[in-house]
C-alpha cells in the first residue's frame, strides 16, 4: 500500500532535486555571462561603424566610459549596447569635437538614452539646430558641461585625455572643422591621437605643426575627416609614425577615403582600418606595455 506512495514521492523529489539543479545552472552561466560581458571592453578604445562620421568609446580598466562624438544617427546606439555592460545606464563623459552634425546627431539619443555625467564641448561654438538641441537637452538633463581648448585635460581611472587643438590664442581659420577638438588619449604606455576632423596635410598651420611634433610617436591615429585627400601629409605621419591608422567612414560622395590618403598610408607601412569595409573595430591595450590586440566586429 505505502510502497506506491513512497515510489512516487521519491520520483517527485528527484525532479524536483533536477529542477533546482537546473535552475542553479542557468543562474550561474548568466552570471558568469555577465560578468563576462561587464568587462569584456575594459582596457580599450573602439571605433564605432556609425557610417559617414565618428564615434569613438573609450572604456577605462575599472569599466568607465568616455564617449567621443556620436555620428551622423542614432545608428550609434546599437553600438554602445554591444560594448556597455548590459545593466548600465552610464556613461561618465561625453564629448562632442566639434558641432557638424555627423558629429553630433547621434548625441542627441545618447543623452536620451544614458544618465550622462559630464558633457564637454569645444570652445569654438557653431550655430545649427542640431547644436542648439543638444545644448537645450544637456540643460533640460542637468548634464554639467564644459568648455574645452588646447590644454585642458581629463582624467578618468586610468585613462588621460589631453587636448591638444585648438589653441583659442591663435587666430583660428573660419572652417569650423580646423578647429574642432583633437585629443591625446594615453593609458600607460599606451598612447592614440583622435583627430575628428582637424586636418594634417601639408597646407596645415604651422603652429598645429608644431603641435603634432610635439605629441611624437601614437599607437593609433584616428585619420582626420574620413581620410579626405587633404587629411594628412608625410611629414605628420613621420612625426607620429603610428603602427595603426583607423578611418571612420561610410557611403559617401565624397569620394573618402582618399586614394592620395590610402597610399600615404601603405607606402609608410601603417596597418588601415576602415570601418566601412571592417566594422567596428575594439583596441584592447595592456597597462605597462605597448601590447594590444585587436577586433572586428
Known amino acids: 500500500m505505502y510502497l506506491p506512495l513512497l515510489g512516487d514521492y521519491l520520483f517527485k523529489r528527484k ?3 533536477r529542477i533546482a539543479l537546473l535552475g542553479v545552472l542557468f543562474a550561474a552561466s548568466f552570471l558568469a555571462w555577465l560578468l563576462y560581458r561587464t568587462v569584456r571592453f575594459n582596457n580599450s578604445i573602439t571605433f564605432l561603424n556609425v557610417g559617414e562620421g565618428d564615434s569613438i568609446l573609450l572604456v577605462t580598466q575599472n569599466g568607465k566610459s568616455v564617449l567621443v562624438d ?11 549596447g554591444q560594448v556597455l555592460p548590459p545593466l548600465s545606464n552610464n556613461i561618465d563623459v561625453v564629448i562632442a569635437t566639434h558641432l557638424h552634425a555627423d558629429h553630433i546627431t ?13 558633457l564637454l564641448l569645444p570652445a569654438r561654438q557653431y550655430d545649427s539646430p542640431v547644436a542648439q538641441g543638444l545644448t537645450a537637452l544637456a540643460n533640460k538633463r542637468n548634464i554639467a558641461t564644459r568648455f574645452i581648448h588646447r590644454g585642458d585635460s581629463i582624467k578618468v581611472d586610468d585613462v588621460n585625455i589631453l587636448t591638444v587643438w585648438p589653441d583659442m590664442t591663435r587666430d583660428l581659420s573660419e572652417n569650423i572643422n580646423a578647429s574642432a577638438l583633437m585629443f591625446l588619449v594615453q593609458s600607460g604606455v ?14 596645415t598651420a604651422t603652429v ?3 603641435y603634432v611634433k610635439e605629441i611624437g610617436e601614437v599607437d593609433v591615429l584616428k585619420v582626420p575627416h574620413q581620410g579626405s585627400a587633404s587629411s594628412l601629409c608625410e611629414d605628420a605621419l613621420m612625426d607620429l609614425s603610428p603602427t595603426i591608422a583607423v578611418i571612420p567612414v561610410g557611403k559617401n560622395s565624397y569620394g ?3 586614394p592620395n590618403t590610402l597610399e600615404l598610408l601603405e607606402a609608410l607601412g601603417v596597418y588601415i582600418v576602415r570601418t566601412d569595409l571592417d566594422g ?8 605597462g606595455s605597448r601590447d594590444w590586440t585587436m577586433s572586428h566586429w
Open 208 to 210: 598645429l605643426k608644431e
Open 106 to 118: 547621434g548625441l542627441l539619443s545618447v543623452l536620451l538614452r544614458y544618465r550622462v555625467g559630464l
Open 190 to 203: 599606451f598612447r592614440a591621437l583622435l583627430t575628428s576632423d582637424v586636418e594634417l596635410g601639408c597646407n
Open 15 to 17: 525532479k524536483i532535486q
Open 256 to 258: 573618402h577615403p582618399a
Open 280 to 287: 567596428n573595430t575594439t583596441i584592447w591595450w595592456k597597462l
Open 70 to 80: 556620436g555620428g551622423p544617427s542614432e545608428e550609434v546606439l546599437a553600438g554602445l
